[in-house]
């Protein structure tokens, strides 16, 4: 090929090729995007982490609470005596507010006992018969 | 802007994806003050429209912005800037391939002779780029604006460096015969 057309040819693509500059309004726009995609990036990394972790926290704190009878997710106020014994382990759930209802004295100490063994323990355990 | 050469722009590349690491966004307009003009020249070889350049310059500018670890540690920083944005703007072009709209052709002024001539070269110079298969024009303007060299070139586009020189001699040919009444008046002139 003649090297002046090449030569000629790269002047006039150089001199006349209608190509787009770069604007002000591009680097704003590219600026805004760039910014809201680092918070993005910043709430992914830090504060969703952060976020579950508080709900995990929530989860155990929560679990804990249910074996010290502080929520109870399941009611064992009719439960009779025998049934008491035969499930030692439901005995716990009967709430703290409730234990002026019991049919007897026996059966009230007997829940009791169980109570505190549930409270000292920091997991949930069976609890032994007696 | 000033011309820079292909190392000294990658020692500033480098240099500017060290300061985004460590003052964040406000350095991306240093990045894109630098780069900004010859990315979009390129993105819109390969996109033949000025919208979608600037689309694939913005998003890889984003997600070079987030992550300037790999600008930093890149062995070829311009290259592999530039290979993003070519990975962008073919992302886009597919998918607007089904809608693609023909390209409307300007209205050439009237009154001064001499802009007339110049719209007119312009005119033709640009639909002889338009003309050429994208994956010939890019080489073009690789070269011819960027100045780079073939294995440079290369290592953008992953190819070899003598398929990017037949790809460059192939599109020069083809734009020789395209242009070839204003080669010919240099010729003559000169």
């Known amino acids: 090929m003649n090297r002046k057309m090449t030569t000629r040819c790269r002047q006039l693509i150089k001199q006349y090729a209608d190509l787009p500059e770069a604007s002000e309004s591009l680097k704003q726009r590219i600026l805004i995007a760039a910014n809201r995609a680092r918070n993005k990036q910043r709430y992914h990394k830090q504060i969703a982490p952060f976020v579950c972790s508080l709900i995990v926290m929530f989860i155990v704190v929560a679990n804990n609470m249910n074996q010290s009878n502080f929520l109870r997710f399941g009611v064992t106020d009719s439960m009779p005596i025998n049934q008491m014994q035969e499930n030692p382990s439901l005995v716990s759930l009967k709430p703290i507010t409730e234990w002026n209802n019991f049919n007897d004295e026996n059966e009230f100490v007997d829940t009791f006992i169980r109570h505190r063994s549930w409270q000292t323990s920091l997991f949930r355990k069976p609890v032994t018969r007696l | ?190």
Not at chain 2, 70 to 85: D, E, G, M, T
Not at chain 2, 136 to 161: C, D, H, R, Y
């Open chain 2, 1 to 190: 802007m000033e011309k820079l050469s292909t190392s000294e722009l990658t020692d500033k590349i480098r240099e500017c994806a060290r300061n985004m690491e460590h003052r964040g966004i406000s350095a991306l307009e240093e990045l894109y003050d630098l780069t900004a003009s010859r990315l979009l020249r390129y993105a819109y070889s390969l996109t033949r429209n000025r919208e979608d350049a600037e689309d694939a310059v913005q998003t890889a500018m984003v997600r070079l912005a987030l992550k300037p670890k790999l600008l930093k540690n890149a062995q070829y920083p311009w290259s592999y800037f530039l290979r993003i944005v070519r990975n962008e703007a073919i992302n886009i072009s597919r998918k607007k391939m089904p809608m693609q709209i023909m390209t409307s052709i300007k209205e050439f002024g009237k009154e001064d002779p001499a802009r007339l001539e110049a719209e007119h070269i312009k005119y033709h110079v640009s639909s002889a780029l338009d003309k050429l298969p994208p994956a010939q024009s890019e080489v073009v303007i690789l070269k011819v604006w960027e100045n780079m060299t073939f294995a440079e070139i290369a290592e953008v586009l992953g190819q070899s460096p003598n398929t990017i020189a037949s790809r460059y001699r192939y599109a020069i040919e083809k734009l020789s015969q395209y242009l070839q009444p204003f080669c010919e008046e240099v010729q003559y002139e000169s």
